[in-house]
C-alpha cells in the first residue's frame, strides 16, 4: 500500500503513527500541500477532494479522510474495539476531533507554523483560542479519570486526538495548564512502536 501525505499535517501523521503502531508495511509518499501538489491533476485524479492523507491500496483502491483511514487500518487489531459501545465511543471521540478539536488547534497551529502568523489572518489565529481551549478542557476532565480516550487501553481514538494535541503548542496553546492531557500524551509517546512527527 502508499500512503500520500505530509507528515507535519496532523491528519498525515496520524495515519504514520498508526502504521508504525501496528507495524504496517507501506510506502509514504511526502506531498506538499503549500507548493500544491494536492491540486495538480494527477492528484485530482485519484482524490477529487484534493486532500491529504490518501491511502492508494495495492489492487488500486483509494481511501481518504484520516479517521477513515484509521479505521479501515486498525480493523482486526486491539486498537480498534470490537464490542459495538466501545467502539462507538472511538468515533465519538473521532468525530469531537474533526468537529470541536481539529478546526481551531490545527488551524491555528498552520497560521503560526505554517504562514508565519500573518497580520492578516491574525484576528482568524485569535479566534481559534477559545474554542481550541475548550476541547483541551474536555480531554482534560475525561482523561482525569481515565488513562485513555476509551477505557485503559490505547485506541485509534487517541492516535486521532493525539495527532494536533501533542504540537497544540506550536498554535499558541499553552498545555501546562492540563496535567491529565500531558499525562496521556506521555503514555501514547511510550507506547510501543511508537514515531513520533520527524520520523
Known amino acids: 500500500m502508499r500512503i500520500y501525505g505530509d507528515i507535519q499535517s496532523g491528519n498525515c501523521y496520524k495515519v504514520k503513527l498508526l502504521a ?3 507495524d504496517i508495511e507501506h510506502v509514504w509518499t511526502h506531498v506538499d500541500i503549500l507548493a500544491g501538489e494536492t491540486g ?5 485524479e485519484m482524490n477529487p477532494n484534493g486532500k491529504i492523507p490518501l491511502l492508494v491500496l495495492d489492487d488500486g483502491r483509494r481511501l481518504a479522510e484520516s479517521n477513515a483511514i484509521l479505521n479501515f487500518l486498525a480493523d ?3 486498537l480498534l474495539p470490537t ?3 466501545a467502539r462507538a465511543q472511538v468515533l465519538q471521540w473521532q468525530f469531537f476531533e474533526q468537529y470541536s478539536h481539529e478546526p481551531y488547534i490545527a488551524v491555528a497551529r498552520f497560521i503560526a507554523k505554517y ?4 497580520a492578516a489572518r491574525k484576528a482568524e489565529y485569535e479566534e481559534k483560542q477559545a474554542g481550541g481551549h475548550k476541547a483541551l478542557r474536555v480531554m482534560e476532565v475525561h482523561l482525569a479519570e481515565q488513562p485513555y480516550c476509551v477505557g485503559k487501553a490505547l485506541t485509534i481514538a487517541d492516535v486521532s486526538l493525539y495527532a494536533y494535541t501533542h504540537v497544540a503548542h506550536e498554535g499558541g496553546f499553552e498545555l501546562k495548564q492540563y496535567p491529565a492531557v500531558q499525562a496521556w500524551l506521555n503514555r501514547v509517546a511510550a507506547t510501543p512502536g511508537y ?4 520520523n
Do not use: R
Open 76 to 78: 482486526g487489531s486491539k
Open 83 to 85: 464490542e459495538a459501545y
Open 40 to 44: 495538480t491533476n494527477t492528484f485530482l
Open 20 to 22: 508504525a503502531l501496528l
Open 115 to 118: 504562514l508565519g502568523l500573518p
Open 195 to 198: 514515531v513520533g512527527m520527524d
